[in-house]
């Protein structure tokens, strides 16, 4: 092999590098190498306050070899690198378990890792925020819910529909009320009966305030002619810790899907009273509906695949086939049972695996959305979107405690140097003639020089500025730049400083990305 010399040289230097990375990038890099490598012998660090001659030349070899590497993929058919599925509630949900299906299926279909992350919180707004504001190179995928339509009504967010390339729609359930198998409500009926004698006694939960399932359970109360808050929502991140925490006694109902229940319910852990759809769910027969009990309300959930605005067309093409594959069943997993495509998953859990393209996908958003404004903008619907606590409250707080303790910090400095001055006070006058320097400083307490606060200002900068920037400008270049800035701030040699911030960065990078294949932020070079 033409390259077989350089992979024996770097690895001379304990360097494992992929011959195919190799490959790739030797056109670009064999030159690069050579001229820098003569560069870095040529300005040898001496007298042992630097690298060696041989070792600089080595070590920045490394780091040029491993900049071309980085990004040598970037031309490749897309996709070439993993992929991200934004999951916006939490694990153990509908949506999450949907995401998790889809995931694994377009791994199959598209031939590289469907990672799925759940950013929760915000009612929604966070992960819905991340995976439609992200980089629209295609390789951030959103898993978007009904709170898509309701979030901008309810002013938490400037997101809407519109804000997105909508690809497809894969689940639509209707929502469903559980309690415990023990409660003492055995019918819709009876239930309403409890609410009717103590309003504000019973707790409900099965996703944020002001979510899909709050909505789903607001207007039942004021279909059966009560309050919305009759019944006191308790936020959650989604269905499957509102579920725990019901079994647990924390809660007296759960509002959501039935596929969301559904293991709990055939376990008879919970009884179903009703489900919100205009007539019962295949699979869920003997579920009787909320129409069929004497309450007109339905009203259910769905789910679907989006991309952020300014994708390319050709990965949305590219995307939207590879989802439209799945969603038929052509594409399978190897499970314990055997294998399994999407389609039957969906029925096995009991999920709606109704499909709906990128057109008609849009329009559906469209109608729920202008249905949901009027909803909720209704003074009867006001009362959903109070929280007892704002979405500032828990930073504030945060910030508070972080006030406290600098102050307290400072108090006890104080008082400490106070103590110390009265001791060195009270000492005899010949004592204190006799004293030594060293004496003295043992009683005083070290000092805190202006460098020190600056560099721990400069720290917390840094990992600040990382976490803002580093979707932008990109995970090498971000960490090289820190790494390098703070070594030369802590008076390490900026050569020095250069090349291990290089190293570091591109060797993490290829590590991450190229072996674990973890998503990493490409920024403006891809990489």
């Given at each position: 092999m033409e390259n077989e010399p350089l992979v024996r040289w770097l690895g001379g230097a304990n360097v494992l590098i992929s011959r195919r990375f190799i490959a790739d990038a030797a056109t670009n890099v064999g030159r690069a190498t050579r001229v820098v490598g003569r560069a870095a012998a040529t300005t040898a660090f001496d007298g042992g306050r630097g690298f060696a001659g041989e070792a600089g030349c080595r070590l920045l070899a490394i780091v040029v070899v491993c900049l071309a590497m980085v990004g040598c993929e970037r031309e490749a058919a897309y996709p070439s690198r993993p992929i991200t599925l934004v999951c916006p509630w939490a694990a153990g949900g509908g949506t999450d378990r949907v995401s998790r299906q889809m995931a694994a299926h377009l791994e199959t279909e598209l031939g590289v890792p469907v990672n799925v992350i759940n950013a929760t919180g915000g009612k929604g707004v966070t992960g819905h925020s991340r995976g439609l504001d992200a980089r629209p190179d295609g390789y951030t995928l959103s898993m978007i819910t009904l709170e898509l339509n309701m979030m901008h009504w309810s002013g938490l967010t400037r997101l809407t529909p519109d804000d997105c390339i909508p690809l497809m729609s894969v689940n639509e359930d209707y929502a469903a009320l559980f309690v415990r198998g023990d409660a003492p409500w055995q019918t819709l009926p009876e239930l309403e009966q409890a609410i009717r004698e103590q309003p504000g006694r019973l707790k409900a939960s099965g996703t944020a305030s002001g979510g899909a399932w709050h909505l789903a359970l607001a207007g039942w109360l004021l279909a059966a002619n009560f309050q919305a808050d009759d019944v006191v929502w308790v936020s959650s991140t989604g269905a499957g810790p509102s579920l725990q925490?019901?079994?647990?006694?924390?809660?007296?109902?759960?509002?959501?899907?039935?596929?969301?229940?559904?293991?709990?319910?055939?376990?008879?852990?919970?009884?179903?009273?009703?489900?919100?759809?205009?007539?019962?769910?295949?699979?869920?027969?003997?579920?009787?509906?909320?129409?069929?009990?004497?309450?007109?309300?339905?009203?259910?959930?769905?789910?679907?695949?989006?991309?952020?605005?300014?994708?390319?067309?050709?990965?949305?093409?590219?995307?939207?086939?590879?989802?439209?594959?799945?969603?038929?069943?052509?594409?399978?997993?190897?499970?314990?049972?055997?294998?399994?495509?999407?389609?039957?998953?969906?029925?096995?859990?009991?999920?709606?695996?109704?499909?709906?393209?990128?057109?008609?996908?849009?329009?559906?958003?469209?109608?729920?959305?202008?249905?949901?404004?009027?909803?909720?903008?209704?003074?009867?619907?006001?009362?959903?979107?109070?929280?007892?606590?704002?979405?500032?409250?828990?930073?504030?707080?945060?910030?508070?405690?972080?006030?406290?303790?600098?102050?307290?910090?400072?108090?006890?400095?104080?008082?400490?140097?106070?103590?110390?001055?009265?001791?060195?006070?009270?000492?005899?006058?010949?004592?204190?003639?006799?004293?030594?320097?060293?004496?003295?400083?043992?009683?005083?307490?070290?000092?805190?020089?202006?460098?020190?606060?600056?560099?721990?200002?400069?720290?917390?900068?840094?990992?600040?500025a990382y976490v803002m920037l580093v979707e932008t400008v990109g995970f090498v270049l971000m960490v090289a730049g820190f790494l390098a800035g703070l070594m030369v701030w802590f008076r390490v040699r900026p050569w020095v400083a250069l090349l291990i911030g290089l190293a570091a960065a591109v060797i993490v990078y290829q590590v991450f990305a190229n072996v674990l294949r973890v998503p990493l932020p490409g920024g403006w070079l891809g990489w």
């Amino acid at each position: 092999m033409e390259n077989e010399p350089l992979v024996r040289w770097l690895g001379g230097a304990n360097v494992l590098i992929s011959r195919r990375f190799i490959a790739d990038a030797a056109t670009n890099v064999g030159r690069a190498t050579r001229v820098v490598g003569r560069a870095a012998a040529t300005t040898a660090f001496d007298g042992g306050r630097g690298f060696a001659g041989e070792a600089g030349c080595r070590l920045l070899a490394i780091v040029v070899v491993c900049l071309a590497m980085v990004g040598c993929e970037r031309e490749a058919a897309y996709p070439s690198r993993p992929i991200t599925l934004v999951c916006p509630w939490a694990a153990g949900g509908g949506t999450d378990r949907v995401s998790r299906q889809m995931a694994a299926h377009l791994e199959t279909e598209l031939g590289v890792p469907v990672n799925v992350i759940n950013a929760t919180g915000g009612k929604g707004v966070t992960g819905h925020s991340r995976g439609l504001d992200a980089r629209p190179d295609g390789y951030t995928l959103s898993m978007i819910t009904l709170e898509l339509n309701m979030m901008h009504w309810s002013g938490l967010t400037r997101l809407t529909p519109d804000d997105c390339i909508p690809l497809m729609s894969v689940n639509e359930d209707y929502a469903a009320l559980f309690v415990r198998g023990d409660a003492p409500w055995q019918t819709l009926p009876e239930l309403e009966q409890a609410i009717r004698e103590q309003p504000g006694r019973l707790k409900a939960s099965g996703t944020a305030s002001g979510g899909a399932w709050h909505l789903a359970l607001a207007g039942w109360l004021l279909a059966a002619n009560f309050q919305a808050d009759d019944v006191v929502w308790v936020s959650s991140t989604g269905a499957g810790p509102s579920l725990q925490e019901l079994l647990s006694g924390g809660l007296d109902m759960v509002c959501c899907s039935l596929p969301e229940a559904e293991s709990l319910f055939r376990a008879g852990e919970l009884r179903a009273l009703g489900v919100m759809s205009p007539e019962r769910v295949e699979g869920y027969e003997k579920i009787p509906t909320f129409v069929e009990q004497g309450t007109d309300w339905t009203l259910g959930g769905w789910r679907g695949l989006a991309f952020p605005l300014g994708t390319p067309e050709p990965r949305v093409e590219r995307m939207t086939a590879a989802i439209l594959r799945v969603v038929r069943g052509e594409t399978a997993i190897r499970t314990a049972e055997g294998d399994s495509t999407f389609p039957d998953f969906m029925r096995a859990a009991g999920f709606n695996n109704e499909a709906r393209g990128p057109d008609e996908f849009r329009r559906f958003m469209a109608e729920n959305d202008e249905k949901f404004g009027r909803l909720l903008t209704s003074e009867a619907m006001r009362s959903v979107n109070v929280d007892r606590f704002s979405p500032m409250t828990f930073p504030n707080l945060l910030l508070a405690l972080f006030g406290a303790t600098l102050v307290s910090l400072g108090v006890q400095r104080w008082w400490q140097r106070r103590a110390t001055v009265a001791v060195a006070d009270e000492a005899p006058r010949t004592s204190a003639a006799a004293t030594t320097e060293g004496d003295l400083g043992s009683e005083r307490l070290p000092s805190i020089t202006i460098r020190g606060r600056v560099s721990f200002v400069l720290v917390v900068l840094a990992v600040l500025a990382y976490v803002m920037l580093v979707e932008t400008v990109g995970f090498v270049l971000m960490v090289a730049g820190f790494l390098a800035g703070l070594m030369v701030w802590f008076r390490v040699r900026p050569w020095v400083a250069l090349l291990i911030g290089l190293a570091a960065a591109v060797i993490v990078y290829q590590v991450f990305a190229n072996v674990l294949r973890v998503p990493l932020p490409g920024g403006w070079l891809g990489w």
